[in-house]
């Protein structure tokens, strides 16, 4: 396409060319260094609608290809207006209104689409980043989402002999709302440049990401943005405001553009007790399909396990109490009586330890207990199963063939007696004397419901969750000031609501949560920690929570476990001495951050920093680290390198300039501490 056709936008460190003849986006361009993005139209615009058609179920619409717009200026504000949209299939009745408007942070996309036909219209795709370049060479171009990486070039791939079916093999969904797509928020390029979208819009709707390769043999990729809003006739979809920029180095930019939006619109609010604690622990009193571990009556000697406050455990989490998922929630009798609850509960509140009862009923039982409209319905009409029968004695533990005593039904918070059920359960709970409660899968599930009883938009069980995990929360801080409500799947949208996350993650794995945590670095995501002391080591370096479960779902006591008994009251003393960084700092992953021979995370306040450094081997080695504050845009001037070791004590204490390399002695499993302050800390 010749530039002279093309409508130019300006953008902080880039332009943006736009194709008035289709609405497409031709350029995306970085100014130094110089990059290009998009380097030409497909032709394609930024919209496009599924339109099912009887006789032609995946006919869709798309801007560009299916109709020309209307082009406005207005103050700044490119409006592209689309009166008729018509494939070979079909003249579609939609008004399409599309606009781009430059801001201090970047470009402002929104979209707005009226239907004026007579048949619903059950996604929209919006926006779409078409003709993406391989930034840095197919190895090194990455699709960065809050907890996940995408290499497009290396993970969408397919031989030119592969005739796997309908090309599945190029492209990827990725749902919003669980682990992967943590905020709606990516950033395409590779550690040097990157485009940044994100969304500006507080909606817990169900929506994901299409990363596809248009053609195995050409080395481009299209990200879509889906979202699934069922737009009836007479009625608008407003997208929201979406914000594009470009930025020169590697997705820190881009996150800290969102964090600037993020962090006011969903503020952490959890206990300080939690926000300062080094953990909380886990335990089961049963496994499923097996002989209890421990009777309920049992449970205060676990709590006192963790009373000392020298170790840092905040509570203690409960699991497979219950009988089964979903509703009553009632205590396993194998375990004891509810009057055995009831006194447990208050031995362990006696002994200065709130309990956090773990429940399970977004999952909901296949019986004559279930009320119909408490389900999840798919677009066939059909409840949605899935089955977590497992247990210690099976082979393989999990899935097993042979027998489903635990089959189980997606309920749904898009129906009010769902919500009031749960609600009720944990007045009820609450009563018994719980402090907490702890929720299993807190996320709208990935497709839309579609429950002709359901009290809201197909859409919107995120949203009805939220409203859901807001009263609870109210209940639970009634009940007691300083309990709290946590859960699985967290998100940015969930940050003002859950007080920690409880998920199924180690500490090696949250590497992958860097973004997350880059913009969120108050909220406290879990890591588990089992016996071996290297989990507790990478976790505190990560900053954080430390769910300290040793034998994992058996339940060994902390007693039969002294070396990591040992590692957790040093790692709890080290917290408090650097707290700061931790309840009112900034993590920043290894932005500015050169580490040899060693894992290592840093943190600043103020000017401050903190770098953690751990050796999670089997052997010792000669670490070294370097750091560059001005990567941050902070000035460069001269501090003291202070490093501590485990046992707190400071084992150097160094004048030195950025830059300095800053070298260590790690033992086997080992960690230090080493703060780069004008003043030494004083000793705690």
């Known amino acids: 396409m010749r530039q002279a056709t093309m409508t130019w936008i300006d953008i902080p460190a880039g332009r943006i060319g736009v194709d008035p003849e ?288 020298d170790l840092g455990l905040a509570e203690l989490c409960v699991w497979h109490w219950w009988v089964r998922n979903g509703y009553p929630i009632v205590l396993d009798p194998r375990l004891g009586t509810e009057d055995d609850l009831r006194n447990a509960l208050r031995r362990c509140r006696e002994a200065g330890v709130p309990v956090s009862l773990f429940v399970s009923h977004h999952l909901v039982r296949n019986g004559p207990e279930t009320d119909a409209e408490w ?115 967290v998100t940015d949208v969930k940050v003002p609501v859950l007080d920690y996350s409880w998920e199924w993650c180690s500490a090696h794995q949250l590497a992958d949560a860097a973004p997350f945590r880059y913009v969120f670095p108050q909220f406290r995501l879990n890591a588990n920690v089992n016996e071996h002391s290297r989990g507790a080591l990478l976790a505190f370096m990560e900053g954080a929570l430390l769910n300290v479960m040793p034998g994992s779902m058996h339940s060994r006591r902390l007693a039969d476990c002294p070396e990591l008994l040992a590692v957790l009251r040093k790692l709890a003393r080290l917290r408090r001495r650097f707290l700061r960084y931790f309840t009112a700092g900034q993590f920043r992953f290894l932005e500015g951050l050169r580490a040899h021979a060693c894992a290592a995370r840093l943190y600043t306040h103020g000017d401050d920093v903190l770098v953690i450094t751990a050796n999670p081997t089997d052997r010792p080695v000669e670490a070294a680290i370097e750091v560059d504050p001005t990567v941050w845009g902070r000035s460069s001037r001269p501090t003291i390198a202070t490093v501590y070791d485990l046992d707190s004590r400071v084992v150097d204490a160094t004048p030195v300039e950025p830059g300095t390399t800053v070298r260590m002695s790690l033992t086997a499993d080992d960690l230090r501490v080493v703060e780069f302050a004008r003043r030494q800390e004083p000793a705690a």
């Open 22 to 309: 289709s609405g497409a986006v031709a350029m995306v361009r970085l100014t130094e260094p110089k990059t290009h993005f998009v380097r030409s139209s497909t032709g394609r615009g930024l919209l496009r609608l599924a339109v099912p058609l009887p006789d032609y179920p995946s006919h869709f619409i798309e801007t560009g290809i299916h109709g020309r717009p209307e082009v406005e200026h207005d103050d700044g504000t490119l409006q592209l207006t689309y009166r008729e949209l018509a494939s070979k299939h079909h003249r579609a009745a939609l008004h399409v209104e599309i606009t781009f408007t430059p801001a201090d942070d970047g470009l402002v996309l929104r979209a707005r689409v009226h239907n004026a036909g007579s048949e619903r219209v059950p996604q929209v795709l919006f926006p779409r980043l078409l003709g993406l370049e391989p930034i840095g060479g197919t190895s090194r171009a990455r699709l960065q989402l809050g907890r996940r990486r995408i290499l497009p070039f290396q993970e969408l791939r397919m031989r030119p002999d592969d005739a796997w079916w309908l090309d599945r093999g190029l492209q990827t969904y990725v749902p919003y709302g669980a682990i992967d797509f943590a905020m709606k928020w990516l950033d395409y390029g590779d550690s040097s440049r990157g485009l940044t979208l994100y969304s500006r819009d507080p909606r817990y709707t169900t929506q994901g990401l299409v990363v596809a390769r248009p053609d195995r043999g050409v080395d481009r990729v299209d990200i879509h943005w889906a979202h699934y809003p069922f737009i009836e006739p007479g009625t608008t979809w407003d997208s929201g405001d979406y914000v594009l920029l470009v930025h020169p180095g590697d997705w820190y930019a881009g996150a800290r553009a969102y964090r600037s939006f993020a962090a006011a619109r969903y503020p952490y609010r959890a206990p300080r007790r939690i926000q300062e604690a080094l953990g909380i622990r886990s335990v089961w009193p049963a496994v499923r399909n097996a002989p209890p571990t421990f009777p309920i009556d049992e449970l205060p000697e676990y709590a006192a396990e963790i009373a000392d406050p």
């Open 375 to 489: 389900l999840h319905l798919d677009a066939t009409g059909q409840a949605v199963t899935s089955d977590w029968t497992y247990g210690p004695g099976f082979l393989p533990v999990f899935p097993v063939a042979f027998l489903g005593t635990h089959t189980m039904t997606r309920g749904s918070a898009l129906s009010s007696g769902w919500r009031e059920t749960g609600l009720q359960a944990y007045r009820r709970l609450l009563d018994l004397g719980a402090t907490s409660i702890c929720f299993d899968q807190f996320s709208a599930w990935p497709e839309p419901n579609l429950n002709p009883t359901a009290d809201g938009r197909p859409d919107e069980e995120g949203e009805r969750l939220l409203a859901f995990g807001n009263r609870a929360r109210a209940l639970i801080r009634t009940a007691s000031p300083g309990g709290t409500f946590s859960g699985e799947h």
